[in-house]
């Protein structure tokens, strides 16, 4: 096991540097023209936009890093546990928490995009998304061929690609792909709504069919749920709400209800796998989806939380670390698949009890971000250097 993570770890690492070796060049003489074109325009070139906002740039790479996390209890055997003392209370502490991961990107997506209008320029940007989808979904295909020994085929995994299963990660990127199509229509009904009471009543009458349901149904289902995968819209109208419109409540009382929150979501989690009287755990009051009430709240309290902080007073290369880390988010999210695969065998070769693999997150959580980091910077050079190529 060890001697094959060895080769395969050896053949990416080559891969890399043979295409970043080639193109980390033209990138570097890319922006020397671009500070240049500045300089002869009687511009100061800078390197941070100063109307960038920072915190969304970090929300970004904490909602990645998140979805990491949460993949440790997929594949450290935690879901196959049974509740036995309070030792598991703090475990679905973080499970609990971590759950914000997608909605933080969803409602990213609202606070950023809110003002995009129907134009040829506007589709344009689905570009980028589809060609970091194609060269992760060709990364993972090969690594499932030389690591996983699955069937080298080619017509399969050019059809995988059109599927969305050559990575196995990609339901984001279909249900992305989605979205980024509707976006300049929601904008019309949101923005078309003139008062704040206007688009309140919006964001609350999608949380009533997407959320709700998640509350209402614990026990019978009384309320309906089949609107409950119109989540995406859901968080990109609270997304495009926060945006215009500042939350008023000072930092300390927004943690501590976050924290109140937090600790009773998963109190409420751990009480009913307990009474569940299997100790199988049990998750959500009624759904332990992304549209879930329990997600829905603490993703927008992290949100308003991480917005409140003030970023702007850290030095400008900081800021640019936020950025750059900010643009390879979706990269690292399709490509850490193939490193979760890689760690994750290795872990579970190793250490068979759950809690014995618990003090690990701190090592394989941070490890399989920094490489996924890696591999998708890989990946955005050579899409930078078809950009240059345009041109």
């Known amino acids: 096991m060890c001697a094959k993570i060895q080769v395969v770890l050896t053949t990416a690492l080559d891969y890399i540097t043979y295409i970043t070796k080639g193109v980390i060049d033209l990138r570097e003489r890319e922006e020397l023209l671009h500070i240049n074109s500045e300089v002869s325009k009687g511009d100061t070139p800078s390197l941070y936009k100063k109307n960038r906002n920072p915190n969304i740039d970090f929300i970004k790479i904490f909602a990645v890093f998140s979805v990491i996390s949460v ?62 989808y194609i060269l992760a979904s060709v990364a993972c295909a090969i690594f499932r061929v030389k690591y996983l020994y699955e069937d080298a085929d080619v017509w399969r995994w050019i059809k995988n690609i059109f599927d969305y299963s050559a990575a196995p990660y990609s339901w984001y990127v279909e249900m992305y792909i989605g979205l980024f199509l509707l976006i300049p229509f929601l904008n019309l009904a949101y923005n078309g709504l003139k008062s704040k009471k206007g688009k309140l ?25 089949y609107w409950e995968n119109l989540y995406p819209i859901t968080y990109y109208f609270i997304g495009a709400f926060l945006s215009e419109f500042k939350v008023d ?65 850290l030095p400008d290369i900081i800021k640019i670390i936020f950025k750059k880390l ?9 490509l ?18 759950f809690y014995d693999k618990v003090p690990f997150y701190f090592i394989i959580v941070p490890m399989i971000f920094i490489c996924s980091m890696v591999g998708s910077w890989a990946i955005n050079l050579i899409i930078g250097v078809f950009k240059i190529n345009r041109k």
Request: include cysteine; charged fraction near 15%; charge should be positive.
């Open 71 to 132: 993949h440790f209890f997929l594949y450290s055997g935690f879901y196959d546990q049974k509740v036995e003392d309070m030792s598991y209370y703090f475990v679905i502490v973080a499970r609990t928490f971590f759950m914000i991961c997608v909605p933080l990107f969803l409602i990213t997506s609202g606070f950023l995009m809110n003002k995009k209008e129907l134009s040829k320029g506007y589709y344009k940007g689905i570009i980028k998304i589809i060609a970091i």
């Open 201 to 225: 009543v919006l964001i609350f009458t999608f949380i009533s069919f997407t959320a709700l349901p998640t509350v209402i149904n614990y026990k019978y289902k009384i309320f309906p749920d």
């Open 249 to 313: 409540i000072k930092k300390r009382y927004i943690l501590i209800a976050l924290l109140a929150c937090l600790f009773m979501f998963s109190g409420f989690n751990y009480y009913q796998s307990v009474a569940s009287g299997t100790g199988q755990i049990k998750l959500g009051i009624y759904s332990d989806n992304w549209c879930s009430f329990e997600n829905l709240i603490d993703s927008v309290l992290v949100f308003i939380f991480i917005q409140k902080i003030n970023f702007e007073r």
């Open 326 to 334: 900010s643009e390879l988010t979706l990269g690292v999210y399709l």
């Open 336 to 353: 850490s698949y193939i490193f979760d695969t890689i760690f994750y065998d290795l872990l579970n070769d190793k250490i068979m009890m």
